[in-house]
C-alpha cells in the first residue's frame, strides 16, 4: 500500500467532491466584483510580503483570482478547467484529486514566499491540472476557437517548452512559480514517466537491432569478402560440395578448394 493509499483510507471522508465546480463559482463571483470594480483586484493577489503585513485572506483569495480577459476567453477557459478537473476526478477519486490540488496549491504558497514583494497568481495551478490531463490523455482533441482540432498533448508539449523558458530566463518569481506547478505532477507520474522513458530506450534498441539485420548483406563472398551491398553488379552462386554449403563471387566460383568444416569441433576449414 502506497503513502496515498494509506492517506485516503484514513482521511477520505474529509475530501471535497466537485471542487473544480466551486473554484469556478468563485471566480465567477470575483470576475463580476472586481468588473464593477468594488473591489480592486490587487487585493485578491498573493504577495507573501502583504501576509507577512496582516493581509493573511491573501493566502486563500488568490485561487479565485479570475482570467481577466474577454468574457468569451473567460468562459472557455472556466469550461477547459471543468472539463479537465472533473475527468481527473473521475479518473483518480475525489480524494486523490483533491491531493493533487492541495499540493499544488501548497508548492505555490511556499516557493511564493521565496520572492516575497512578487504576486503569485492561481495560473500555475491550473497549468497542472492541464498537464495532468494531456498526459493521462494525450489524444484528445481540442478545437482551438471552435475550429482548429489539435490533438492536446501537442499544447502540452507547447506549455512543458513554455516553462522550460520562463525557467531558464525568467526571473526568479516565475521560476519559483513554475517549480510549484510541476512539483504535483512530478509526485503523481514519475513512475509512469520513468516507465516510459524505459520503454522507448528499449523500443529503440529494438528498431536499432531490426535496422541492422535489415542491413546485413544476403549474399558475400566466403573468398573475398564481396558482398551484394558492397557490389551490386556482382553475381554470386552456393557450392553444395562445400560444407556448410558457401557463398562465393562468380570471380572465386571456380577451381576453388571445397570447405569441409567438421561439425563436432568446428575447427578450421579443411581442404578437401
Known sequence: MTVLDHLEKKFRRFAIPNVTLYLIVGQICFYAVIKT???????????????????????????????LTNPVFAFFAWYLFYLMGTA????????????????????????????????ATNGFIAGSV???????YPDFVLYLF???????KWLALLTWIYYFWVFAFGGWSSRC?????????LLFFWRDIFSRIKYGRRKMTQQAARMTVQDEPMHRCVIC????????????????DC????????????????????KKTGKEPLES
Open 37 to 67: 470594480e468594488v473591489l480592486p483586484m490587487d487585493r485578491m493577489l498573493l504577495i507573501p510580503a502583504d501576509v507577512l503585513a496582516g493581509q493573511v485572506w491573501r493566502l486563500f483569495s488568490f485561487l479565485f483570482f479570475p482570467p
Open 88 to 119: 481527473l476526478e473521475n479518473q483518480w477519486g475525489v480524494f486523490r484529486y483533491n491531493i493533487y490540488l492541495l499540493i499544488a496549491y501548497l508548492a505555490t504558497v511556499a516557493f511564493s514566499f521565496f520572492t516575497p514583494g512578487y504576486p
Open 130 to 136: 492541464f498537464l495532468a490531463f494531456a498526459f493521462l
Open 146 to 152: 471552435f475550429i482548429l482540432p489539435v490533438r492536446i
Open 177 to 185: 512559480m513554475v517549480l510549484a506547478s510541476v512539483c504535483n505532477f
Open 225 to 240: 569478402g564481396a558482398t551484394d551491398k558492397t557490389h551490386r553488379g556482382l553475381e554470386f552462386r552456393y557450392c553444395g
Open 243 to 262: 560444407r556448410p554449403v558457401s557463398c562465393y563471387c562468380i570471380e572465386h566460383l571456380s577451381g576453388h578448394q571445397h570447405i569441409q568444416t567438421d
